[in-house]
């Protein structure tokens, strides 16, 4: 698209909505999309982000505003093949972790001559003391 200089003060909702969008999936930064679309205004572009984006545009760290989810409506349930993909990831996570994990042991085990002893839940780590 080829950058021009609009000439009118008015914007439709559905163009400072689509340069929203843009910018919040990071195809341009929002000064990128003041030059593309000609957009005059140096804070023209910031203004729409923070009125209309989802993301908390305000000085600091771009973070969920409490527009995406409102309180009063919980998240839709998840299907059940999005709740097994969900699972499946969860899963795919935690076998990652597990494997790390293994890894590090068998280095300290290895490399260094520490021996890791995974002990079962419920287990105290106490050795047999005498009663008092």
């Not at 910018?23 to 929002?30: H, L």
């Not at 729409?48 to 349930?77: D, F, I, T």
């Not at 085990?109 to 079962?120: A, E, H, L, T």
Request: no cysteine; net charge positive.
């Amino acid at each position: 698209m080829a950058e021009f200089k609009r000439t009118q003060r008015d914007y439709p909702l559905s163009f400072k909505i689509a340069v929203v969008e843009q910018v919040e999936k990071g195809e341009m930064t929002y000064k990128q999309a003041q030059l593309r679309y000609g957009i005059q205004g140096r804070s023209t572009v910031l203004t729409w982000l923070r009125k209309h984006g989802h993301l908390n545009w305000a000085p600091g760290l771009p973070s969920l505003s409490s527009r995406e989810l409102p309180m009063s409506q919980p998240p839709a349930p998840l299907t059940p093949e999005q709740r097994i993909r969900e699972l499946e990831e969860q899963l795919e996570l935690v076998t990652q972790k597990a494997e790390f994990l293994d890894a590090v042991v068998n280095v300290l085990k290895n490399d260094y001559g520490i021996s890791v002893i995974k002990k079962r839940p419920g287990k105290s780590s106490r050795k047999n003391r005498p009663k008092k």
